[in-house]
């Protein structure tokens, strides 16, 4: 079972950064794709971006340009980047492994 722990969430004014991390407690160099989901309040889960073992990257609509989602399979830490950040990004974000599993969740609001 893959334990997947997420980090960095917090308070950010719109149009600032966050960066996001998900730490594995296993190898994730044989998982072929890993990402990250949120779910804001009142609304269902949806996708953010999914990266494959080779790098290839995948981002749902509402942050394409702004969020950059990367892998250290060394590290077995997946990153999310949250630039230009907007009050709709606020929820609670989520780390997924194509082994179906998820973290906890880290909260993110963006707000002035």
């Known amino acids: 079972q893959v334990q997947l722990v997420e980090s960095g969430g917090g308070l950010a004014q719109p149009g600032g950064s966050l960066r996001l991390s998900c730490a594995a407690s296993v190898t994730i160099f044989s998982i072929n794709n890993m990402g990250w989901y949120r779910q804001a309040p009142g609304k269902e889960r949806e996708l953010v971006a999914i990266i494959s073992r080779g790098g290839t990257t995948n981002y749902g609509d509402s942050v394409k340009g702004r969020f950059t989602i990367s892998r250290d399979n060394a590290k077995s830490m997946v990153y999310l980047q949250m630039n230009s950040l907007k009050p709709e990004d606020t929820a609670v974000y989520y780390c997924?492994?194509?082994?179906?599993?998820w973290g906890k969740g880290t909260l993110v609001t963006v707000s002035s």
């Open positions: 997924w492994s194509s082994m179906n599993n």
